[in-house]
């Protein structure tokens, strides 16, 4: 099957399942590459904390922050549902900014991560962002600010009615009535300038070789494995990833090293048409178009 046809195909599937996405594929090797509409502009929710380790650990090997430092992190104290770490706990806790970035990156952690941006603000990763040369990402608030959605204010029973307004107080111009889902006020960035940013961390870039290295440990260590993981992990391969999440949003980046040295980028944003908050199909689907265009691409075909 052609590449072209194959893609008309995908969208298919996804537009029967509810999900719009935006979908990247690349060989990080050769640049040969097979996408569905990668350069859409989504609100990028939890992947944000992939630029935030850079610019961390870029500021750790200028000298300007000290890893083992201490930092004293107020309690989340957030009782929804799906937060982990340092947001559910209830009293005060020092911790090293080196195990803050672990917090963040491999368990999603967003009290870590803002503790992290008490040293490093939104802007100031964008500008270093844009130092190592890397557009397209923008970053502009805390993940604080990005969890206090709708969903926040009404009880557990009611929390479709959240995901029913993200789905309908869309604009076609990707504004929303939903600060946090408007890409104009949001942290905002599209499939190919996280794959740009994938392959800045797995092949030789202005990002400093250590940078790169502990930020790819860091996103080997991610434990949440429920959405890409189980179409790219296996015993001959490697899969590192960010994955993000946000009312009807659903994305995942990461990067499938094969024991036969290739070595495939890989970056997936999608929002979905469905007010529910558990839809297990959409992530199964999700793996399933991602893997299908690694094949297209892994076996030669993709023209």
């Known amino acids: 099957m052609s590449a072209q046809k194959l893609i008309r195909e995908l969208r298919l599937t996804l537009d029967d399942a509810g999900l719009r996405g935006s979908f990247l594929v690349r060989d990080l090797r050769s640049g040969d590459e097979l996408g569905i509409e990668p350069d859409l502009e989504f609100p990028v929710a939890s992947l944000v904390k992939i630029p935030l380790a850079v610019a961390t650990l870029e500021r750790i090997r200028k000298g300007e922050l000290d890893g083992a430092a201490r930092v004293l992190v107020q309690p989340g104290e957030i009782t929804t549902p799906g937060p982990t770490g340092l947001s559910k706990f209830r009293h005060p806790a020092e911790i090293a900014v080196d195990d803050l970035l672990y917090l963040s990156m491999a368990v999603s952690d967003n009290t870590a991560a803002d503790a992290l941006f008490g040293l490093t603000p939104p802007a100031e990763v964008s500008a270093i962002l844009l130092g190592l040369g890397l557009r397209g990402i923008t970053m502009r608030h805390t993940m604080r600010e990005l969890v206090e959605t709708p ?28 600060p946090q889902l408007d890409v104009t006020r949001a942290n905002s960035g599209t499939a190919r300038a996280f794959l740009d940013l994938l ?105």
């Not at 029973?157 to 990707?174: K, M, N, P, Q, V």
């Not at 179409?231 to 999440?245: I, Q, V």
């Not at 944003?269 to 992530?283: F, Y």
């Open 199 to 303: 392959q800045a961390l797995w092949t030789p870039s202005p990002i400093d070789a250590g940078v790169a290295e502990r930020v790819r440990t860091l996103m080997g260590d991610n434990v949440l494995r429920h959405r890409l993981a189980p179409d790219f992990s296996s015993d001959a391969s490697r899969w590192s990833s960010k994955t993000g999440t946000l009312l009807n949003l659903r994305h995942e980046v990461g990067v499938v090293e094969h024991a036969d040295g290739q070595t495939f980028g890989v970056a997936v944003l999608t929002e979905s048409r469905v007010p529910a908050i558990s839809q297990p199909g959409a992530e199964a689907l999700m793996a399933q178009v991602a893997r299908t265009l690694r094949d297209q691409l892994r076996h030669g075909n993709a023209r």
């Open 151 to 178: 969903v926040e204010r009404l009880d557990p029973a009611d929390s479709h009615l959240a995901h029913f307004l993200a789905i309908e107080a869309g604009t076609a111009g990707r504004g929303h009535r939903v």
